[in-house]
T-cell receptor
Framework: KAGVTQTPRYLIKTRGQQVTLSCSPISGHRSVSWYQQTPGQGLQFLFEYFSETQRNKGNFPGRFSGRQFSNSRSEMNVSTLELGDSALYLC????????????FGQGTRLTVV | GNSVTQMEGPVTLSEEAFLTINCTYT??????LFWYVQYPGEGLQLLLKATKADDKGSNKGFEATYRKETTSFHLEKGSVQVSDSAVYFC?????????FGTGTRLQVFP
C-alpha cells in the first residue's frame, strides 16, 4: 500500500512569508504527527492530530499551526517565516494516537532566505 | 523528564565489522523503544522496536534489547555492509509523540 506522501519535497520562501505543507497518511491511519529536523536541534515534535483534533503540541511558537481533514490528510502552516525555520519537516502517520509504529514520509525541505 | 542519549558519531567501520551504537534513556512509565534509520535525502524508516523490558527487536541483521535495569537499548549488527551507511536514531514514546536522540552517523567503507 502507498506510504506517507508529503508535498512539496522542496520549498524556498522569503522571510516574512507564510508556507503550507501537506501530508497524506497511509490509508486507514488516523493519526498524523509533524516533526522538525535541523542540524542544531535534531528532531523535534511539533504536533499530533487524530480524527481532526490536535491531541498534543510541542514547544513551538504560535506561528506554527496545523490541521487535519476528515480524510486524515494534514497540513501544517508556518506564518511570518524566519531564517531559523529552515529545516526538514517530517510527517508521520500511525493507526492510533500512541505512535507505537509511526511511518514517516520523505519530508519537505524548507529553505527560508 | 523523558530523554534519549546516543553516542556521538560518526562511527566509521570497515565492511563486515561488528557494530554497536549505544543508546540510553530516561523515562517515566514504561515507553516503547525504537531505532529509526535515515538514508541521505530520505525520511525516517523504522528499523526495529521493543515494547517492554527484555524484549529484543530485530530486523535486517540489526538487534537491540530493551534493558530496564540499565535503561539502555543499544543497537548491534554482527557484520555491517556499505549499504548500512546512514544516520541511526534511537527514540522512545512516553505518550503521544516520539522523543529522539541526536542521531549517530554510520559510515561503512569497503
Amino acid at each position: 500500500k502507498a506510504g506517507v506522501t508529503q508535498t512539496p519535497r522542496y520549498l524556498i520562501k522569503t522571510r516574512g512569508q507564510q508556507v503550507t505543507l501537506s501530508c497524506s497518511p497511509i490509508s486507514g491511519h488516523r493519526s498524523v504527527s509533524w516533526y522538525q529536523q535541523t542540524p542544531g536541534q535534531g528532531l523535534q515534535f511539533l504536533f499530533e492530530y487524530f480524527s481532526e483534533t490536535q491531541r498534543n503540541k510541542g514547544n513551538f511558537p504560535g506561528r506554527f499551526s496545523g490541521r487535519q481533514f476528515s480524510n486524515s490528510r494534514s497540513e501544517m502552516n508556518v506564518s511570518t517565516l524566519e531564517l531559523g525555520d529552515s529545516a526538514l519537516y517530517l510527517c508521520a502517520s500511525s493507526l492510533t494516537t500512541t505512535n507505537t509504529e509511526a511511518f514517516f514520509g520523505q519530508g519537505t525541505r524548507l529553505t527560508v532566505v | 523528564g523523558n530523554s534519549v542519549t546516543q553516542m556521538e558519531g560518526p562511527v566509521t567501520l570497515s565492511e563486515e565489522a561488528f557494530l554497536t551504537i549505544n543508546c540510553t534513556y530516561t523515562a517515566t512509565g514504561y515507553p516503547s523503544l525504537f531505532w529509526y534509520v535515515q538514508y541521505p535525502g530520505e525520511g525516517l524508516q523504522l528499523l526495529l522496536k521493543a515494547t517492554k523490558a527484555d524484549d529484543k527487536g530485530s530486523n535486517k541483521g540489526f538487534e537491540a534489547t530493551y534493558r530496564k535495569e540499565t535503561t539502555s537499548f543499544h543497537l548491534e549488527k554482527g557484520s555491517v555492509q556499505v549499504s548500512d551507511s546512514a544516520v541511526y536514531f534511537c527514540a522512545l514514546n512516553p505518550a503521544d509523540k516520539l522523543i529522539f536522540g541526536t542521531g549517530t552517523r554510520l559510515q561503512v567503507f569497503p
